[in-house]
């Protein structure tokens, strides 16, 4: 059974740091692209950050450019989100995602990744 389980979340200040993980188990994942997302209440789930297998490429949703960064380690089958800077509108449940598929392509819609995490609450406080 493939479980993606992430950790990291909380409440923190606005301006403030955190930084989320995602433990996949029951297969790997390290040829295969990795993403983040959030979904604030009432909201649809939106894109964060994405990365190839190779982590030779990241993508960015414009909100996050210079404040995210996604990174993965294949030896651990894990993939990270350090979130800096951070703000109110920030706020939300963020899940990781793993693509199921083997393409060079790294997809920014939710509709292409095949696993999801149970989420992982984030609050700031202004």
């Known amino acids: 059974q493939v479980q993606l389980v992430e950790s990291g979340g909380g409440l923190v200040q606005a301006g403030g740091s955190l930084r989320l993980s995602c433990a996949a188990s029951?297969?790997?994942?390290?040829?295969?692209?990795r993403g983040w997302f959030l979904q604030a209440p009432g909201k649809e789930r939106e894109f964060v950050a994405a990365?190839?297998?190779?982590?030779?490429?990241?993508y960015y949703a414009d909100s996050v450019k210079g404040r995210f960064t996604i990174s993965r380690d294949n030896a651990k089958n894990t993939v990270a989100l350090q979130m800096n800077s951070l703000k109110p509108e920030d706020t939300a449940v963020y899940y990781c995602?793993?693509?199921?598929?083997?393409?060079?392509?790294?997809?920014?819609?939710?509709?292409?990744?095949?696993?999801w995490g149970q989420g992982t609450q984030v609050t700031v406080s202004s």
């Open positions: 990365i190839s297998w190779k982590a030779d490429r990241t």
């Open positions: 995602a793993a693509d199921g598929d083997f393409t060079i392509v790294v997809f920014t819609t939710s509709v292409e990744y095949d696993y």
């Open positions: 029951g297969r790997t994942f390290s040829s295969y692209a």
